[in-house]
């Protein structure tokens, strides 16, 4: 093979791996992997919370029970305010496969709104409970609790927030891929936290009043 001759195939191989690889493919990758590394750390976190719960659910000091303090309506609403945000974050994302702009900005408003009015209720609970002398240092029991269902609480805030500005770049940019991939993470971490209520629900909520 003459020089020139491999001259081409060097040129032939390199616009192969060009037209292969357009970048795309390896960022989408690595950010979904990386978000996955992510939300397996929040696990940790919220099974530690879980953990501090387990152990301190039980020493009221003297101080105010479960049962006593949990009014099962308003979490339930609550739960149900949480569950319907995931449906409706399931029609954005299917709208966004469609490529329906207006659509997945609507389904992401409606979402949004479900969780603005989860975490009114939680802010409404905490201050009830604060109100009745059940603050977070009342006892152990409460400190675990205000800790854990507070961290979620936490998460649903920055995720609305997230939802917010995503919705700002769609209507800016569009459905464009990397809008998509942030819109992506955004639902792990929505369904993610969906997931985590329902544990608190179960765990904290129901088991702690049920006798």
């Known amino acids: 093979m003459t020089r020139s001759d491999e001259s081409l195939a060097d040129d032939d191989t390199l616009k192969f791996y060009v037209a292969g690889d357009d970048g795309h493919g390896h960022a989408e990758g690595g950010t979904m992997i990386g978000f996955w590394l992510y939300l397996m750390s929040d696990c940790l976190i919220f099974a530690a919370l879980f953990a501090c719960y387990a152990v301190y659910g039980h020493a009221y000091a003297a101080g105010p029970s479960p049962a006593t ?12 305010l949480l569950l319907f945000s995931s449906i409706t974050y399931g029609f954005a994302m299917l709208c966004m496969e ?22 009114y209720l939680e802010l409404h609970e905490f201050a009830d409970l604060i109100a009745e002398g059940a603050g977070p240092q009342r006892s152990a ?12 609480g936490l998460h649903v805030s920055v995720g609305i ?18 809008n998509k991939r942030r819109l992506m993470c955004l639902s792990m971490f929505w369904h993610f936290l ?8 179960s765990f904290v909520y129901l088991v702690s009043v049920l006798p």
Request: aromatic share 20%; hydrophobic share 60%.
């Open 69 to 80: 303090l949990f009014k099962l309506e308003t979490v339930a609403l609550n739960t149900a």
């Open 98 to 119: 469609k490529g329906w702009k207006g659509n997945t900005l609507f389904w992401m408003l409606v979402t949004a709104l479900f969780g603005m009015g989860f975490v």
């Open 141 to 152: 029991f409460l400190s675990s609790f205000f800790t854990l269902v507070g961290t979620h």
């Open 161 to 178: 927030l997230w939802m917010f500005v995503l919705m700002v770049q769609v209507m800016w940019k569009g459905l464009v891929p990397e």
């Open 194 to 201: 969906d997931v985590v209520w329902i544990g608190v629900f």
